[in-house]
Every structure is written in C-alpha cells, then in structure tokens.
C-alpha cells in the first residue's frame, strides 16, 4: 500500500516563527499536494507540485510556499506563521487522475 | 476550474439503514474521475469509491454505490446498512483526466450514525 506520511500530527508555534510541514510520500509518485481543512470550507488546496522542483499555486498560496528537491518530499513553509493560519493541513500525493493518497493530517496550532 | 458542491453539512442516520448523500459538480471537461472520500475521526482520509465519467454504469463497493446522473451532473453516494464505522466526514471531489493536475473537493458531509 501507498504510505504518505507527515511529520506530525499536533504542532504548536508561536506567531512570526516560520514553520516546516513535512510529507513524504513511498510509491514514486508524481504529483504532491498540499490542502487545509478548515470546518465548512472543506479541503482548499495551497500548492502542488508535478515533478522535482516544478510547484503551482492553489486556491490560497498567500503565506505559504513549497520545497520539492527530491521526488517523495514536499515540503510546506509559513514563512511568518499567523493565527489566522491555525488549521488542518493535509498532505496527498498521486500518479494519476485515479486516485490521491492522503497523509494522516497535521493539526497546527498558531498563538 | 472545476466545482463541487455538497449541500448537507450534517446528516445521521440509525444503524442498519440506508442513507444518500449528496453532491453536484460543474466541469467544462468530458473525461474526468469523480470519488467519494471518507475521513474518520482519526483523520487518515480514504477513497470509498471512485466513478469513471465516460462509464454509464454506476460505480459499487459492497454497501457503497453511487448514482451519477452524467446530464444533471450530479454524485450522490448510498450507504446500505449503515454500520457505527460508517461515522465520518464525507468528502466528494472530482479530477479530469488530462487537464491539470487538480482533485476538487466539496466542503464535506458529516455523517452520524445513530445506535
């Protein structure tokens, strides 16, 4: 089975610190994503990316950008992390139009 | 750009009955995957089931199938004999087949169900 696997499932930082998100992904896939979930809004997607280095903005890039430098590894950076970024985030990754494979999800925490 | 749009923030349902969910979607493409995902309160989120556009035949996945009305573009998921697993967010997206790179997803169905 596909493992997506993020860093960590409950963080808490502190406004202005920067913050890395990690998610790693096992089947040698293409495309990564990065989404958050908030309630009500569903998933949104941030960024994603379809090859080494190659990244694209989402629906809400604001705040945030992306590191992919080795093919199962994207990274989400807060540059300056704000309370209104407390949510959700969820890591995917897939081959195709078949099928995205979710990580176990981080909840961050921003006071 | 694709939409999706689920219109039950909240639904519940008694233990051993059927329930629908639905989900209506807007795409420009001809080919393209519609799923429903599931994403229990331990959060780890799963492909219940997946639907073929250009297949006619509604998709099955043991209690899971799906009514997908290609014209009225619209994806409703049935739940047979609900089971107390069946807890969770419900999530319906959607993806083309050759244009981006994109899943779309809806804001979600919570589903209760009731012992």
């Known amino acids: 089975d596909v493992k997506v696997t993020q860093s960590s499932r409950y963080l808490v930082k502190r406004t202005g610190e920067k913050v890395f998100l990690e998610c790693v992904q096992d089947m040698d896939h293409e495309n990564m994503f990065w989404y958050r979930q908030d309630p009500g809004l569903g998933l949104r997607l941030i960024y994603f990316?379809?090859?080494?280095?190659?990244?694209e903005k989402g629906d809400i890039p604001e705040g945030y950008s992306v590191s992919r430098e080795k093919k199962e590894r994207f990274s989400l950076i807060l540059e300056s992390a704000s309370t209104n970024q407390t949510s959700m985030y969820l890591c995917?990754?897939?081959?195709?139009?078949?099928?995205?494979?979710f990580g176990q999800g981080t909840r961050l925490t921003v006071v | 750009a694709q939409t999706v749009t689920q219109s039950q923030p909240e639904m519940s349902v008694q233990e051993a009955e059927t329930v629908t969910l639905s989900c209506t979607y807007d795409?420009?493409?001809?080919?393209?995957?519609l799923f429903w995902y599931k994403q229990p309160p331990s959060r780890q989120m799963i492909l219940v089931i997946r639907q073929e556009a250009y297949k006619q035949q509604n998709a099955t996945e043991n209690r899971f199938s799906v009514n997908f009305q290609k014209a009225a573009k619209s994806f409703s998921l049935k739940i047979s004999d609900s089971q107390l697993g069946d807890t969770a967010m419900y999530f319906c997206?959607?993806?083309?087949?050759?244009?981006?790179?994109?899943?779309?997803f809806g804001t979600g169905t919570s589903l209760t169900v009731i012992p």
């Open positions: 995917a990754s897939s081959w195709d139009a078949t099928k995205a494979f």
């Open positions: 990316s379809y090859d080494v280095k190659m990244k």
């Open positions: 997206a959607s993806r083309g087949l050759f244009t981006g790179n994109q899943f779309y």
């Open positions: 795409t420009s493409e001809n080919n393209y995957y």
